[in-house]
């Protein structure tokens, strides 16, 4: 990513006017995500233009962290799981800034967001990255980069740890 910064969230960068267009995505990032990142609750990157001088403003970001799922019966997942939870990394958090959207900044952030999870899993075990999509429509997006409904009816998606890079 040559233009481009990925940074774990910081008092550095401008959270404060970040628009998604989605309220609960703006609100995480301006009132939550600093005291999550700051307390280990969950891990918040940011997208930066490389250049950017403080307070950077953020195109996009994402938000990971780990998970227990019940995940028994999904699609996807590996055969006679317990039934009891089992690991996961939960994409939490993905928005990208209105005046950057459709030029290709979710697609990268998702794939940026897979390669972590994959790392944390092959180093702590886990099933694979778990999302839930905020609306139908957004199922969609999540499907075209391989995730699965775990029911026809959930906005809950899977992505299995083997197909994340
Ligand atoms: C959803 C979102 C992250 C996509 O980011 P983006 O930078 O606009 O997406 P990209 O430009 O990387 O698009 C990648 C592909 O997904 C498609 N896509 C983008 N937004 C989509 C949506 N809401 N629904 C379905 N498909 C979508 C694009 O058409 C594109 O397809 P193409 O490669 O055939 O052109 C962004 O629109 C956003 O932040 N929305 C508001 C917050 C939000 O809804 N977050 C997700 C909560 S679960």
């Known amino acids: 990513m040559s233009r481009f910064a990925?940074?774990?969230?910081d008092a550095f960068h401008d959270r404060r006017n970040f628009e998604s267009g989605l309220e609960s995505i703006d609100r995480y990032l301006r009132e939550t995500a600093r005291g999550?990142?700051?307390?280990?609750?969950?891990l918040t990157r940011v997208l930066v233009h490389a250049d950017a001088a403080p307070p950077k403003?953020?195109?996009?970001?994402?938000?990971l962290?780990?998970?227990?799922?019940?995940?028994?019966g999904w699609p996807e997942v590996p055969k006679a799981l317990p039934r009891n939870p089992v690991g996961a990394v939960l994409l939490g958090r993905l928005g990208v800034a209105t005046g950057m959207q459709g030029a290709g900044i979710g697609?990268?952030?998702?794939?940026?967001?897979?390669?972590?999870?994959?790392?944390?899993?092959?180093?702590?075990?886990?099933?694979?990255?778990?999302?839930?999509?905020?609306?139908?429509h957004l199922v969609v997006f999540y499907e075209r980069?391989?995730?699965v409904r775990i029911s026809p009816d959930s906005l809950r998606l899977f992505l299995p740890a083997r197909s994340l890079v």
């Open 36 to 42: 999550h990142t700051d307390k280990g609750v969950s």
């Open 145 to 147: 980069y391989g995730f």
């Open 65 to 72: 962290t780990p998970c227990m799922v019940e995940a028994a």
């Open 107 to 136: 697609s990268r952030l998702l794939s940026l967001a897979r390669r972590i999870s994959h790392d944390s899993l092959t180093s702590t075990g886990g099933i694979g990255l778990v999302v839930d999509a905020a609306t139908d």
């Open 57 to 63: 403003p953020v195109l996009g970001y994402f938000t």
């Open 6 to 9: 990925l940074e774990l969230l």
